[in-house]
């Protein structure tokens, strides 16, 4: 073999087992992506089916989906924390479908996972949990419906993933500080803040009994409470009555609220207790974060914070994408002050 042909063997060959390694490192992220859109309860057509398509088809193996199955269904978190009834079983349907249209031979474990949960009997709470990048995981009881007991506060909705993105990024905002944040609901943002920003005390609030309920225990299920580091409260709060001496005793550093923009008959109550608490001699940073659903709710928000002598910036630039929720949503976070 001539030097000429050996050197286009080598760069041949160097490239084979670079794109060997580029599969190997592409299937760990894509099985990645599988076990974080599982436990988030993601809609089925988000996920990288593409992939798994393509990897049937080309070695007519089942070792990928026994991999899938791995870090979903027989995953210890889905044992701890089960997904839905429903969604386990539309999830497991659609692996068994992807196996068939292939030909591949059946995977009995594949099989067995879709026999544990067909004709078992939904519930009306499901767990969700949303893997954070240190490798843990905040693990909520939800509602499976959007809207139930007469709230929306049952469920994690959008602008809270993306405070808690925002939180991760900027750790320094909530480190060693008394942190109060308003309309908790099911508790995603602030655990979030307690498990990964290190802050010196958190104080959970909301108003709807159903609320507080399932927010207590979710803290509680995340390992918080008033013996542990950092000290959690968990207190009813409404916004309409809460006086500023109560604002006071919190002694809040950071004010946060995620999706409370939403309701135009709660929006005036909203300013005012946002005025108590920018009156605070503490005067704590107040942050934001809005799903802007209804321009003319918000806009109004705006308007009537302006009409209280509040004014506010708006915080730009990205965020690391670590929860899966859908970013073509309009959110805005702004931060307020006198």
Known sequence: ????????HTLKMGHSEETSDEIRVKKMDILKDFQVLFFSMSRLPSFPWTFLEKDLQNNKSTDFISDILKQTCLHSLCRKFPPSLRYRRLFLSELIRRQEAAGCDPLDELYDALAEVVGAEDST????????????????????????????????????????????????AFTGRTVLELGSG?????????????????????????????????????????????????????????????????????????????????????????????????????????????????SGFKQQLGNAGISHDVITGPVSHVFPYNRLSSIEMIKLYR
């Open 1 to 8: 073999m001539g030097k000429q042909e050996v050197n286009r």
């Open 125 to 172: 709470e499901c767990y969700k949990s949303y893997l954070l990048p240190c490798g843990d995981a905040v693990s909520l009881l939800e509602n499976v419906a959007l809207i139930s007991e007469g709230t929306t506060g049952l469920v994690t909705w959008e602008a809270a993933l993306y405070l808690a993105e925002w939180a991760l990024d900027h750790k320094q």
């Open 186 to 298: 099911v508790g995603l943002t602030g655990i979030t803040v307690c498990r990964s920003c290190s802050p010196n005390r958190f104080v959970f609030s909301d108003c709807h009994p159903s609320v507080l309920q399932k927010l207590r225990a979710n803290v509680q299920l995340n390992g918080l409470s008033e013996q542990t580091s950092p000290t959690v409260r968990v207190e009813e709060l409404d916004w309409t009555g809460v006086t500023e001496e109560q604002l006071k005793e919190i002694g809040a550093d950071t004010v946060i609220a995620a999706d409370v923009v939403y309701d135009p008959d709660v929006v005036g109550s909203l300013v005012k207790l946002l005025s108590r608490i920018l009156r605070c001699s503490s005067s704590p940073e107040v942050l934001i974060c809005s799903t802007i659903r209804n321009p003319e709710t918000y």
